[in-house]
């Protein structure tokens, strides 16, 4: 991570509207997700449900850090519901080792999965306050089971 990949996230706030700590929240999980995925790879025979992953990023310099964190489950208050709860952590040194195609891949799905539920969360926001208002739209598309409008930020 760099500088410029900071300036990256910086223009897809602008562009999307979205939060940039919102989509600094979503990388991290990205790389954390990454770097579990070629964990599990590397340690086959390990019982992955007890490891976890934490990345942190520096919203100024775009630095990284990794954590290595050891899980215990737990079971809740209830009795029922078993919780994961860190024991310990430790800072891994970050390495191309994750940088593998799985690896780029279970990022690139946890990035896109964030985007879309924060545009998501933003369209809701947007027009929860207007149930029950009148809007304008251009219709796009009608069929007999459903008629697609164009209500210019969003579609529905």
């Known amino acids: 991570m760099n500088v410029e990949m900071i300036a990256a996230l910086r223009e897809l706030e602008r562009e999307k509207g979205i939060a940039f700590d919102t989509i600094l ?14 964990w599990k790879q590397e340690h086959p025979d390990a019982d992955d449900d007890f490891v976890g992953f934490r990345a942190e990023i520096d919203p100024e310099t775009g630095e990284m850090r990794m954590f290595q964190q050891q899980l215990e489950e737990v079971e809740a208050e209830d009795g029922e ?76």
Do not use: P
């Not at 929240?25 to 070629?38: R, V």
């Open 25 to 38: 929240q979503g990388l991290e999980e990205a790389m954390a997700a990454a770097y579990k995925s070629a």
């Open 81 to 156: 519901t078993l919780v994961m709860k860190v024991l310990s952590e430790e800072e891994v040194t970050v390495t191309d080792d994750f940088k593998g195609r799985i690896g780029a891949q279970t990022a690139k799905q946890v990035i896109f999965q964030k985007l879309r539920d924060a545009e998501r969360e933003m369209t809701y926001e947007e027009f929860a306050g207007r149930e029950g208002d009148i809007v304008t739209g251009i219709v796009q598309q009608s069929e007999r089971r459903y008629t697609l409008l164009d209500l210019g930020k969003v579609e529905a």
